[in-house]
T-cell receptor, first 115, second 113 residues
Framework: GAVVSQHPSWVICKSGTSVKIECRSLDFQATTMFWYRQFPKQSLMLMATSNEGSKATYEQGVEKDKFLINHASLTLSTLTVTSAHPEDSSFYIC???????????FGAGTRLSVL | GENVEQHPSTLSVQEGDSAVIKCTYSDSASNYFPWYKQELGKRPQLIIDIRSNVGEKKDQRIAVTLNKTAKHFSLHITETQPEDSAVYFCAASSGTSYGKLTFGQGTILTVHP
């Protein structure tokens, strides 16, 4: 299957700092990528849909000024958690949509711990 | 919007038995139904999917059935093995051009040796 790379896999930061997470589709072009948040023992909660060359579409209740999404190319989307606080600690997962195959491929996830 | 309900939340079986997980969805326009397996701390892995123009799809020990009239679909795992233990998620997509998925709540499957 297709490969989606997500970095970093684990990050610890101090409260008030910003953290950037990268999501790359390595062997296909993804006009659309998705960002999810997953709490322990819970399902994937869609945060936003990232479209190349346009503004992201955020789900209800997700603060767009706190979770900045940039989809600058057909293979890269980034999520920046700004002014992180302990309650932002979570597992963040990206996915890239292959229009040719009609399938979403997931990154390995980033575990964010805010101290 | 779409709402996907998944049952059971936990499922415990003996090795060799079959396991069945069921999902219902609300949006009649949904036409793509994937199943993902997620091991602890890992990425969700697509294990099988079905589109609304078919009623059943099988891949070795895994099968998925779809009933569009009743708006439900199920995952069937036969001859379960301990390595099948994981969290399984169903999802539904309305089939828009960008493939947005709505996930079920997940089922923790434990296969006892």
């Amino acid at each position: 299957g297709a490969v989606v790379s997500q970095h970093p896999s684990w990050v610890i930061c101090k409260s008030g700092t910003s953290v950037k997470i990268e999501c790359r589709s390595l062997d296909f072009q993804a006009t659309t990528m998705f960002w999810y948040r997953q709490f322990p023992k819970q399902s994937l909660m869609l945060m936003a849909t990232s479209n190349e060359g346009s503004k992201a579409t955020y789900e209800q209740g997700v603060e767009k000024d706190k979770f900045l999404i940039n989809h600058a190319s057909l293979t890269l989307s980034t999520l920046t958690v700004t002014s992180a606080h302990p309650e932002d600690s979570s597992f963040y997962i990206c996915s890239a949509y292959s229009g040719n195959r009609g399938i979403q491929y997931f990154g390995a996830g980033t575990r964010l711990s805010v101290l | 919007g779409e709402n996907v309900e998944q049952h059971p939340s936990t499922l415990s079986v003996q090795e060799g038995d079959s396991a069945v997980i069921k999902c219902t969805y609300s949006d009649s326009a949904s036409n793509y139904f994937p199943w993902y397996k997620q091991e602890l701390g890992k990425r969700p892995q697509l294990i099988i999917d079905i589109r609304s123009n078919v009623g059943e799809k099988k891949d070795q020990r895994i099968a998925v059935t779809l009933n569009k009239t009743a708006k439900h679909f199920s995952l069937h795992i036969t001859e379960t093995q301990p390595e099948d233990s994981a969290v399984y998620f169903c999802a539904a997509s309305s089939g828009t051009s960008y493939g947005k998925l709505t996930f079920g709540q997940g089922t923790i499957l434990t296969v006892h040796p």
